[in-house]
């Protein structure tokens, strides 16, 4: 669920359990936090600097490409040529993998688009959109009239747990992976993230390449990675903790999602608070009272958080989690291409 910079101080935070490590530090080793780190960063730098390149696609759907006699993207062709991946999925009982690509138009502009599966109608729905800038701003008036949206059926009723309107526009843009779910199709988003990579597999692989350094920098690696899988547990994409026992994600317990600035900031902050008590606790001389520390330091902020997300949430409208598990996967992909 959460930005890298909340992993990788986790991973940290997660090494200063160990008074070896600290005493390493203290002696301007900082081998063990750096490890622990570094360790609470690979699953993600796994998926998006390495994993998803290696992705085997049977379709790759560009918008620039599909176009009409006057030069505009055809969101028509587009839902058609996505409606025709699932039902070949379907129909040929085998796994479909679609990339859709982004339209850039200029150095900072892009064409953007949406994507519905219209689980009522059992349609492909593409939505032309406006201009925008890298930033995602939209500008006004920028819609092509007349090509507003496309849409197409799909044979098989379509199970897609997300539900929601993704939208398509600046840098590299999602795949998708359709595949015969009994009687009907399943979507999933991202298929290459959050496979091996956030699972106790890696836990394992993690610890013992730690152990050949130093016993202590196994648990620490192990630690930090299980962390790192157990926070991205609480949003909506979930992961594959038991591969190779099983190859599909679990879906998460849809606590929050990867952009939500409360909970990464707590995270933040309290690994920086058990980061500064682990070094005192573990100094020759400690200074910090632990039980006043741990509740003014820590407890109270979580609380006051709580308190601010719960007013929040009051104030907002809520959409359907399945909007937000969609919300989730597109926060991760941008989140890595910036």
Known sequence: MMKGIAHF?????????????????????????????????LPDTLDFKFVRYFERLDDEIDPAKITTEAGHPNPQTI??????????????????????????????????????????????????????????????????????????????????????EVTIDIFSGPSLAFEKAGDAVRVTFLPWHRAWTHSLFLVLVLGVVGWMIEPVYGLVMALAALAHILEDQMGFMGTNLLFPLTRRRTLGWKWFRSGDAI?????????????????????????????????????????????????????????????????EALDETAEVNI
């Open 9 to 41: 101080i986790t991973g940290v935070a997660v090494a200063t359990f160990f008074p070896e490590v600290v005493h390493h530090a203290a002696q301007s080793l900082a081998f063990g936090p750096v490890l622990g780190g570094l360790a609470g960063l």
């Open 79 to 164: 839902a058609e040529r996505i409606a025709a991946a699932m039902d070949r999925a379907h129909e040929g009982d085998q796994k479909v993998k679609v990339h859709l690509h982004t339209l850039k138009l200029g150095a900072d502009l892009w064409r953007q688009y949406s994507l519905i599966f219209d689980l009522e109608h059992n349609e492909v729905v593409v939505r032309l959109g406006p201009v925008v800038t890298t930033g995602q701003v939209p500008f006004a008036g920028s819609e092509v009239p007349g090509l507003e949206r496309g849409r197409a059926r799909v044979t098989a009723p379509i199970l897609h747990t997300y539900d929601a």
């Open 263 to 327: 909970p990464n900031a707590l995270t933040v902050w309290v690994c920086l608070a058990v980061i500064l008590l682990n070094l005192d606790r573990f100094s020759a001389a400690p200074q910090i009272p632990v039980a006043p520390y741990l509740l003014v330091v820590i407890v109270l902020p979580c609380l006051l958080a709580l308190a601010l997300r719960a007013w929040t949430s009051r104030l907002a409208t809520h959409p359907p989690a399945e909007v937000l598990a969609a919300v």
